[in-house]
């Protein structure tokens, strides 16, 4: 099934917003088997989106439309959907009655213009928007399918997910369930993940299993997509696939589908009733920064330091300046102290020396972590390059991913491939 | 001028990556005055490029293609620009030449399918690139002119900054001369800076200037084009409408052009010899992340310390517990202790009391904010709403914009549109 995707509006076009539907929802169906193969961008312009529509109609068997279902002037999708089947705009009584309930609900009155959203072409078919006052529709331009949707984020996500892909599966005569596995791991690349896991779709000979990376340092995304008649088929076509991806990739995989490491993390330390304290350097905060806002970290997180000068760090945990380096037997110390003057049960500590000079690629630093219990102490050493904004988010993940891996029992000094050796 | 922009790859295609390098580009021209209408998106498919470049050549004025210029066999740009004008690809010996020394500066040996890169069609006019092996390239396909760029971000804006801007500019007959300045604000929201500014570009009668903005909370980027026969003239039209904004938007503007909030407070820190401490609750460490990091901070930045409970965070800077709640008279208290203990010359402290409850868009916080110095407090009390996220940001920009106007000598409690009343 050839698709496309049509995203409209100046403020896409004229890059005043940068366009991350597009790469949503052309994601969003790759996940479940489906593929984009023609982007087009264009503005707030009849004649622009009249020739958009009619190409794309021309090539594509689908076609998802981004943007225009607005209540302003500028909005034009749907006048321009009506003028490309050669059909008229029909007030569609239900959707106003929806928005103004809507309205109702937020004890306001609905202005006059929005009458526009209920407005759709005569042989649209309503796609709800459960979260907006934007209607969804789609109907036949020449031989292909549109799809019109809002361009607010989630109102086109939640539409894209509940309304879309299932239409779009079940007319492309594929298997009706299928499900996105997703393994988050920090400090293995792509090529070296995708190395480990040769073979993975061959474990399930029917071709039903896809594997997929996502990278975005300092993590990478493993994805299997799996088909099945059903999710009992899926589950039993996944289970030994995930077991080997977990076998292999191992103690690198830091979190599962919709978790993240700061999360694993703090669930880790809820489930044994800990408090944390942390003491960071060159990473300014951004430990801290990763754990203390989040839900429920109000009864976890106990304490951060921030300090670019070891006296100063020393001296906020009580101990005396002694020219002390960034070593891991400082962060031990630390470690130590700041257990003695926040009565947390764990602490992390993060130390980095950054190279002397300008920024450059070259640029590195030499990270110490210690994490201390009031029995335990690990350290790791490790040298990362790539520049100052490089090394502090290589810092930040592995000080929080040391955390998790001592946590879990793992063992934290296993080398990774972004370090130098 | 109708330009095009055709992005090329499956990693953008797919969604894998966020096209940026579309939205950095149409920003780009249409800050000298240059307006994209239309934008492709196709994956590494010949048949489907080959099509994008002749409807976009049957179309537009100019046309830049970006990404498809790398080593490997998945890069097809040359050889379907070639196909399209219906040239051969010729060896360019002095990007060969090029590429060679870029890799013997590097004490690395050329892998032989870098000499891909320097097989250029016929008509091809070389594109240089200062900084990376992909050779770009301009050539007419039909009436259009093609730019072809690197995909990778620092390579092509460089080039599309020396090398296609200029050239466009010279084709379209402009005055040649075109300066941005940007102003970042932080508190009024577009519409209302909008209004603040009605009637600025009529200050210069001939149109030459051009107001934009650019959202992207909690900032706010105003924009003024201009354009002259050269640097003198802009400078002259410029003077008289830069002064109005500052005196419209006073002391809202929290830096301009190339500045950032944090680098501003970091540079007024240091021009006094000053020294910084730093206290926050729920922004988590998050006001810390933003200065501490920077070059020059480790003179400046003395201590942070984050704490979601109070009395953890009145026990780091040596305060008994007192069951304080998180008001102005806390924040100076704690301002003051940290002072104590630090050394400091400066201590700003951040608090934010956030509403109970799961997230939700109506979640609010209320915030406190105090400064201190050896002989002087100010302090700063106000209401975010907006859900967890959108407070936290909010608050973490209070704090930092509270410090920049008490260093500046401005009023640090100007009511501003995010506040609730």
Known sequence: MRIEIICTGDEVLTGKIVNSNFSYMSQKLEDVGLSVVWGTTVGDDRERLLDAFRLAAGRADAVIVNGGLGPTVDDLSQEIAAKATSTELVLNREWLAKMEEFFTRRARVMPPNNVKQAMLP??????????????????????????????????????????????????????????LKRFHSYGLGESHVDTLLAGIEEMVPDGSIKLGFRAHYPQLETKL????????????????????????????????????????????????????????????????????????????????????????????????????????????????????????????????????????????????????????????????????????????????????????????????DFEKK
């Open 122 to 179: 005569a042989t649209a078919e309503v796609l709800d928007n459960p979260i907006g006052t934007a209607c969804g529709f789609a109907l036949d331009i020449g031989k292909a399918w549109f799809f019109f949707t809002p361009g607010v984020p989630r109102e086109l996500r939640r539409m894209l997910e509940e309304q879309i892909i299932p239409r779009l599966l079940k007319k492309s005569g594929r298997a009706v369930t299928i499900h």
């Open 225 to 416: 997509v799996v088909r099945g008649a059903d999710m009992d088929e899926v589950r039993r076509k996944l289970a030994p696939v995930e077991a080997e991806v977990q076998k292999r990739v191992g103690n690198f995989i830091l979190a599962e589908d919709d978790q993240t490491l700061e999360g694993v993390v703090l669930a880790a330390l809820a489930s044994r009733a800990a408090t944390l304290a942390v003491a960071e350097s060159f990473t300014g905060g951004q430990v801290a920064a990763r754990l203390a806002p989040l839900a429920g970290a109000e009864k976890v997180f106990r304490r951060g330091v921030v300090a670019r000068d070891l006296t100063q760090m020393r001296a906020a945990v009580g101990l005396p300046a002694d020219g002390a380096v960034a070593t891991p037997e400082t962060a031990v110390a630390v470690a130590r102290a700041l257990l003695g003057a926040t009565g947390a049960s764990h602490a992390l500590v993060l130390l980095v020396d950054l190279d002397e000079g300008a920024d450059r690629l070259e640029l590195g630093g030499t990270i110490a972590i210690a994490i201390a219990t009031g029995t335990d102490t690990v350290t790791r050493q490790a040298r990362l390059l790539g520049g100052r904004e490089w090394v502090r988010l290589g810092a930040v993940e592995m000080g929080l991913d040391c955390l998790r891996r001592y946590l879990q029992g793992l063992p934290v000094d296993e080398k990774i």
